[in-house]
Each structure stands twice: as C-alpha cells, then as structure tokens.
C-alpha cells in the first residue's frame, strides 16, 4: 500500500491513536507537575480509577486522589513507554508501561537535589471514550509488576 491508497477511514483511525497517546502522555505530565486541572481535563466525569494509591470514581475523586499520592514535597517522574491503543468505533482501550520514580527527603542541598527513594514498575490500562471534547478517559487502571525501595509513610 503506498501513501495514495490510505483511504479517509484509515487516517481517521491514525488520528484517534495519535490522540488517546497523547491522552496517556498529559496524564503522566499532570501527574509530574502537580497539575489537577489538567489531569480533571483528561476525564469523562463518571470516569474510574483504580491504583496502588486506591480507587475512586467522578472527576473530583481521581484528583483527589492523585494529590494525596503525589504530594509537593515529592518529587515524581512518570515514564510512560510502549502504548498500544486498541479502536472500536468510538471507544478504545489501551495499555502502556510506567516506570514512575519517587524522590524526596528533608530539605536537601540545593546543588544535590532530591535523590530517588521508590521506583515501579506497573502497567497501566486505559478505557477511552470519544465525546464533544474529543477522546478522554473513562477508566484508568495500573498494576504494580515490580518495585525498588520504600514506600513513604504519611506523617
């Protein structure tokens, strides 16, 4: 098949994967930043999650959430690699690797920065829906496969 035999469909489809990948990226970026409207935003309202850090259901309880198990005084890299989105009309499912490392301590020398104290390994698995705003998630999943170090305690 060359470039002039794409038919309208399968460029359609092409789009949609680009879309929910990008999805699965904001989300690792909200995640990182702290930033709960975004990670609102990327949501159907009646959306699901389920983590190591709990479930929850509807947009208010996911940042919920996400802001418990995410704190600011932590310092937290999602990688997000190898996504594979799966099509059927307008709804998908996909599922990604994460690598998420967790930094933190007590103040640190600012020339050293924070040093890594847990890092996973989970597999996340997304369900997506497409609506007016375009795709969002309507369910979230990660299952843990591996981890190095300790997780924190809540003081």
């Not at 990182?32 to 990670?39: A, K, N, V």
């Not at 020398?109 to 890092?119: A, E, F, I, N, V």
Request: charged fraction near 20%; glycine fraction near 10%.
């Amino acid at each position: 098949m060359n470039a002039i035999d794409i038919s309208t469909g399968r460029i359609q489809d092409l789009a949609d994967k680009f879309e929910i990948t990008e999805l699965v990226h904001r989300l690792g970026r909200a995640l990182d930043e702290g930033d709960w409207d975004e990670l609102a935003a990327l949501y159907t309202h009646d959306a699901t999650a389920r983590t190591p850090g709990g479930k929850a259901v509807g947009r208010a309880a996911l940042v919920g959430q996400a802001g418990r198990n995410h704190s600011p005084d932590r310092q937290i890299q999602h990688i997000i690699s190898g996504i594979i989105v799966e099509l059927n009309g307008d709804t998908a499912t996909a599922r990604a690797n994460l690598l998420c490392v967790f930094a933190w301590g007590p103040a640190q020398d600012p020339t050293q920065g924070s040093q890594p104290r847990l890092t996973l390994g989970e597999v996340y698995r997304f369900d997506a829906v497409r609506t007016g705003d375009g795709w969002q998630f309507s369910g979230v999943a990660s299952s843990p496969v591996w981890s190095v170090g300790t997780r924190p305690t809540r003081e």
